[in-house]
Nanobody, 125 residues
Framework: HVQLVESGGGSVQAGGSLRITCAAS????????VAWFRQAPGKEREGVAA???????RVADSVKGRFTISQDNTKNSIHLDMTSLRPEDTAMYYC????????????????????WGQGTQVTVS
């Protein structure tokens, strides 16, 4: 049974930093891709960053240079470090995973992912 639990969201002032974490369980083996998506009210879900268990990662152009995705040695915790936050970064952030090493072009596509967490709110004012 796959479970994804996000944590670390909150409120921060513009220009500040925040780390959110996805705790993943039930995903074994080396063929796993995990991503962070976000969705603001009235907007479509947007891929933010993704990482495969082999270390390949991708970051959306909208956050490149400000957001970094990483995974710990166990590969069960996936972090999204967000710096220089802007009000437009305000959204619900979701962790998603699939037991496949996705192709690079698919890493930020929501339909490629099978499992989703409940989300954590990030508010930048």
């Amino acid at each position: 049974h796959v479970q994804l639990v996000e944590s670390g969201g909150g409120s921060v002032q513009a220009g500040g930093s925040l780390r959110i974490t996805c705790a993943a369980s039930g995903l074994s083996g080396g063929s796993v891709s995990v991503a962070w998506f976000r969705q603001a009210p009235g907007k479509e879900r947007e891929g933010v960053a993704a990482i495969r268990r082999d270390g390949t990662s991708r970051v959306a152009d909208s956050v490149k240079g400000r957001f970094t995705i990483s995974q710990d040695n166990t590969k069960n915790s996936i972090h999204l470090d967000m710096t220089s936050l802007r009000p437009e970064d305000t959204a619900m952030y979701y962790c998603a995973a699939v037991p496949v090493l996705l192709w690079y072009g698919g890493l930020l596509i929501p339909d490629e992912y099978k499992h989703w967490g409940q989300g954590t709110q990030v508010t930048v004012s």
